[in-house]
């Protein structure tokens, strides 16, 4: 069975601090990773996803993620928070296989206060 | 940019009506998804359908639920007799194919039950 954690319900950050947002996966095989966000009565939004290659991922609004094999961790990043980035974050996963759903995990609040 | 969308955007019933939810997946796309989230929980995977039937299906699509692609642009998910516990956002998503696609996500439907 495949399974997603996001170990911090909430994150708190100053404008201008760097940001993480933690997920770990439990998958066979090397999965694909992505990182969605929820804006307040939105959709999910595509941030940026992880196929193979280079272990720094570089997505939408200055977000990057570090895919860790040895860890099975796929952090969200961003070096400098700005306010409008207050949202709540989703990991997910699709193993490498003819299964396409994708698994979330249970999501992080980010909060940047100005 | 093109997007997915859905209708309604929030939808009430009472307990054991029918209720059909809309969506209009991206034009190219051939894999399509509907997920639900239960508020406060995580986004859960209900059903994929490509090539005009379903490809995998959770535990939660249960014989109440169905889809359909009636004509080349919608698709749509039927619960036939809604329970207080289908109350959730429900998420319709699509993809090219492609095996490491990300998913586009449309704004949800909320459904509640009462």
């Known amino acids: 069975a495949q399974s997603v954690a996001q170990p911090e319900d909430q994150v708190n950050v100053a404008e201008g601090n760097p940001l993480t947002v933690k997920c770990t996966y439990s998958?066979?095989?090397?999965?694909?990773l992505f990182w969605y966000v929820q804006y307040p009565n939105r959709g999910l939004q595509f941030l940026l996803k992880y196929i193979t290659g280079d272990n720094l991922v570089k997505g939408s609004y200055g977000f990057e993620a570090e895919f860790n094999k040895s860890q099975t961790s796929f952090h969200l990043k961003k070096p400098s928070a700005l306010v409008s980035d207050s949202a709540l974050y989703f990991c997910a996963v699709r193993p490498r296989s003819n299964d396409y759903k994708l698994s979330f995990g249970a999501g992080t609040t980010v909060t940047v206060r100005a | 940019e093109p997007e997915v969308t859905q209708t309604p955007s929030h939808q009430v019933t009472q307990m054991g009506q029918e209720v059909i939810l809309r969506c209009v997946p991206i034009?190219?796309?051939?894999?399509f998804y509907w997920y639900r989230q239960i508020l406060g929980q995580k986004v859960e995977f209900l059903v994929s359908f490509y090539n005009n039937e379903i490809s995998e299906k959770s535990e939660i699509f249960d014989d109440q639920f169905s889809v359909e692609r009636p004509d080349g642009s919608n698709f749509t998910l039927k619960i036939r007799s809604t329970k207080l516990e289908d109350s959730a956002m429900y998420f319709c998503?699509?993809?090219?194919?492609?095996?490491?696609?990300?998913?586009?996500f449309g704004p949800g439907t909320r459904l509640t039950v009462l």
């Open positions: 034009s190219n796309h051939l894999y």
């Open positions: 998503a699509s993809t090219t194919g492609l095996a490491s696609g990300e998913q586009f």
């Open positions: 998958v066979s095989g090397n999965p694909y």
